[in-house]
């Protein structure tokens, strides 16, 4: 029996009722995610992706349940149907003298809509006989009797012995437009396990698509699971229990608006922290400096304290989510996505600034430099993140949200810019140490580095990152060529590239020769290919950023914000380099030493290497992954402020050879 639901949550007070929560915890239970075509979800659209098992509401070669359920009746024997508008479910066929085709019984909306609990069980258990399957529209029952009416049916069904699944299907009623949000799955009965239910299109435990209610109506009766269903039968893990469900849902739910905001107010402190930090330091901004002055130590502390600041904001954004910061606030769920939004949004910055000011205070940004930190902070999100199962990267500030339902595992788009900056500035913060002697074995410590970083993204048990693949082994390849001094010349390029696709391409093929149960999307990647389906995919993968609820207003105007950003840092630094003098940033050494440094304090080999590298990773990313333009302006806002406080760092610490401060000219001698 399937009875279907609208807008049950875990993380409201509909089961807080004890005598249901016992009936709900000797069954599987997660939060389903509903979303279809659009964000939010109305009933009609539900059943039309349950009928096909895809969120289009669309199957290949018309395959259709109700179809699929009728046309072996050695296995089920019959459908029953309460709810009229179950028709486009169950794909109801109708004779010329209106009859429905096939067996089983028919109820109309007004049948059991407004029936007593106990009513409506005993008509159910007249209806259900062994082999049949029973799908109820619960939603046409008033909400007020719709919890007791499931205690009654769980009550019933647990003495019967019924393998029952109630799940909600929308997030919206009728033909409305709600807010997105996870929904409550319950299986009951011998079929279903006692836990956490899950599925192999999640990994997660206490998650699961609507396609998957499809793929387990299939999986009950023992029908094959054709490729058109994009869904696996759900299973039970250890269970997360009510109060776990309803702590991720209210996550979930805040975590929307709070990105809405989040992502405008980081562009804004990146823009501001970088021109500022630009001109500020510039010589054409203090052209009172006369002929001697010092070294403007706070002014560079400032700026280094401030880049640091910024470039920790987005891995403090995954961080924070290793503690349930979103149980703070108001009680009620969607009193705390209108008024506690805000919080989630800030703490990054608050983090950020905590790290900043303990790096600071205790001397070791002056000690270790600025780097050391962004880099190990940013590279650990995507080491640790997918071992212990990737609680950073759902639901972060930053990252995929559950409610779209595109990633529940592994590391994520956003995860991956900020994962591969820190992976590239440690290869260079190290191979900056090598000395002539232990400049080749560091240089193999570091390819075996860059080794275990790509394994780590892009193994379907781990990052599962197809995309992430193909921008960093190129980006690694250009980095070791330029700790070498060597060019990138094209025809090594083409094959760096070739050989890039023929690595993602075997791990994909790898992927899929793994049972369904265990395959990632990159096995599945393959079946989309061999369905025809392959124009389809790079179309939805090309559209993600608008079918994923991205404003394009707010991704247009960061970008346009971007884009005015850049110019506004690249114009002094261009004057900079036309200058034949080089004074402009030389000041920051003083004037006794800026006399003999014109060039000011140059990029070591490393630092080039770096920029090269991150700049093919970032263009690489925004080229071949669904997020595009998010991806480079994700890995620019730990980058540049990284380059900024690293900047600020190298004149802080720059001294000035006795042989050098020896060969200034006396104010006599000018």
């Known amino acids: 029996m399937v009875l279907l639901g609208s807008q049950w949550r875990w993380d409201d007070d509909s089961w807080r009722d004890p005598a249901l929560r016992d009936f709900i915890n000797t069954g ?138 109630a799940v909600s299907v929308a997030d919206a009623d009728n033909a409305d437009r709600g807010v997105p949000r996870l929904q409550a799955f319950l299986g009951s009965g011998p079929y279903f396990g006692i836990g956490s239910a899950t599925t192999a299109s999640t990994h997660r435990r206490g998650m699961i698509n609507l396609p998957d209610v499809t793929a387990t109506v299939l999986d009950y009766f023992g029908l094959e699971i054709p490729t058109q269903v994009k869904g696996q039968p759900v299973y039970s893990q250890r269970d997360l229990g009510i109060d776990g469900l309803a702590s991720v849902a209210r996550r979930a739910a805040i975590i929307r608006p709070a990105q809405n905001i989040f992502i405008p107010i980081l562009s804004a402190f990146v823009a501001v922290v970088l021109i500022g930090g630009v001109w500020s330091l510039n010589r054409r901004t203090h052209p009172n400096l006369g002929d001697t002055w ?74 270790l430099g600025p780097l050391v930190i962004i880099s190990t902070s940013s590279l650990i999100i995507g080491v640790l993140d997918p071992w212990i199962g990737s609680p950073m990267m759902l639901d972060s500030v930053m990252g995929t949200q559950s409610t779209i339902g595109g990633r529940f595992y592994g590391i994520d788009n956003m995860m991956f810019a900020i994962y591969i900056t820190g992976a590239l500035l440690v290869s ?34 781990l990052g599962a990152d197809f995309g992430g693949l193909l921008a960093s082994f190129p980006a690694f390849a250009v980095l070791f060529r330029k700790f070498r001094s060597q060019p990138l010349k094209p025809l090594l390029s083409g094959v760096i590239l070739l050989f890039t696709f023929g690595l993602a391409g075997l791990l994909t093929y790898i992927d899929w020769l793994r049972p369904p149960a265990r395959r990632t999307h990159l096995g599945n990647f393959i079946d989309s290919v061999r369905e025809g389906k392959l124009g389809t995919v790079l179309w939805e993968k090309a559209t993600q950023l608008g079918s994923a609820g991205w404003n394009p207003w707010v991704v247009g105007g960061v970008t346009l914000a971007f884009c005015f950003g850049i110019f506004l840092i690249v114009w002094p630094l261009l004057a900079n380099w036309r200058n034949p003098y080089r004074r402009d940033y030389a000041w920051l050494l003083g004037s006794a030493a800026a006399k003999t440094n014109p060039d000011g304090v140059r990029l070591t080999l490393s630092e080039k290497a770096f920029l090269w590298a991150w700049a093919t990773a970032m263009i690489l990313g925004t080229l071949l992954n669904d997020s595009t333009i998010l991806i480079g302006l994700t890995g620019f806002c730990v980058a540049a402020p990284a380059a900024l406080a690293q900047g600020a760092h190298k004149y802080l610490t720059a001294s000035i050879s006795v042989a050098e401060l020896r060969a200034i000219p006396s104010p006599r001698e000018m």
């Open 28 to 165: 599987s239970k997660a939060n389903v995610v509903v979303r279809t075509a659009g964000n939010t979800t109305n009933p009609r659209e539900a059943f039309a992706a349950l009928g096909t098992g895809t969120r289009s509401g669309e199957a290949p070669n018309g395959w259709h349940l109700g179809s699929a359920l009728r046309s072996d009746s050695t296995k089920v024997s019959g459908i029953n149907r309460f709810g009229s508008r179950l028709s486009a479910l169950l794909n109801v066929e109708v004779d010329a003298e209106g009859r429905e085709s096939g067996n089983g019984l028919s109820y109309p909306d007004n049948y059991f809509q407004n029936s007593d609990p106990s009513v409506f069980t005993d008509l159910l258990g007249r209806a259900l006989q062994p082999g049949s399957v029973t799908f109820v529209d619960m939603t046409v029952v008033p909400r007020s009797q719709q919890v007791p009416m499931l205690a009654a049916i769980l009550e019933q069904g647990q003495t019967l012995g019924w393998n029952t699944m």
């Open 294 to 367: 010092g070294r403007p130590r706070s002014l560079l502390t400032f700026w280094r304290g401030a880049g640091t600041f910024v470039a920790l904001v987005p891995p403090t954004a995954f961080w924070m989510n290793l503690v349930p910061w979103w149980n703070l606030g108001p009680t009620a769920t969607d009193v705390a996505a209108g008024e506690f939004a805000w919080f989630g949004a800030v703490l990054p910055f608050l983090l950020a600034g905590v790290a900043t000011l303990i790096w600071e205070g205790l001397g070791l940004a002056s000690l």
């Open 428 to 461: 260079a913060l190290i191979y900056s140490l090598a000395s002539e002697k232990t400049a080749t074995p560091l240089f193999i410590v570091l390819v075996l580095f860059a080794i275990g970083v790509m394994a780590i993204d892009a193994l379907p048990g």
